[in-house]
């Protein structure tokens, strides 16, 4: 062997300066790529966010109106109403105070709960109080009513007068619907101006509609019974009671002969009776 050979073999080889310089120019090709990456990156986010902060934002819902009325939990009965065509007592009793102007709603329902099943009677007394009362259109107060007892008034005929001894009401032969049941029913209403109180209402009858004579002896016996310190409302119901005559005579009890809605039974003169309880101002 060689000396020369025996050199070679021991002394290490010295780096291609040429590799060197192949693999500097890599790494700095990788590492502009990775910086052009994260800028590109970054400036995508920043784009969003630009986009995100230019789009239209999505209205808020609007929180939902509050109700002009305040339900009573356990109301205290103010109206009473004895009859036996439509139940003596009180089916439900509600009532209810608007939120502003302290109006006062009552309203009472006898007799069958859904129309079509029997006789039922629908009732509402409202005092307004300071807040605006306009006055409506029959239909529309007639409309009002029946949607706040899950009804719709389909037909409505003309209005007459029907004399009570609180005055005479307005009365309109009306169909009222549920679901798919309609039954044909008399719509009423009262309009005081003193002391300021409303009476409206449906009558309806069972097997056959109701009539006037037995909607007119029903209002009637329309009482007070805690009148508190509504001095006025007390007043109008003593001057009504003075006013009462004897042609309806008291509420039918059990037993009693044929009433007006009785549907197998003639039609019998109305008797004469004793006047109903008084009312006491208190």
Known sequence: MSMSAFIGAGT?????????????SRLAHWALSFLAAIGLFGAAGLLVAGLREAAPRAPEAAAAPKSAWVEFG???????????????EVRVYEARRHREGGGRQDLLSYGAAEIGQGANLRLSLYRPGTEPAPETALFVDFARLAARSGLAVTRSALPDT????????EVSDVSLAQGQTEAPCLGFRLNVADPGLQIAGFACGGAR????????????RLDLVAAGDDRELAKFFIAAEQARGKACGPARGPGAKPTWLDPS??????RNAGAGQRIVAR
């Open 265 to 270: 039974a003639h039609l019998p003169p109305l």
């Open 74 to 88: 356990r109301p205290i009965q103010i109206y009473a109403l004895q009859t036996a065509e439509f139940g003596k």
């Open 209 to 220: 509609p109701v009539d006037r004579p037995t909607l007119a002896c029903a209002l009637d």
């Open 12 to 24: 290490p080889r010295r780096a291609n300066p040429l590799a060197r310089v192949q693999l500097r």
């Open 162 to 169: 029907l004399a009570t001894r609180f005055g005479a009401f």
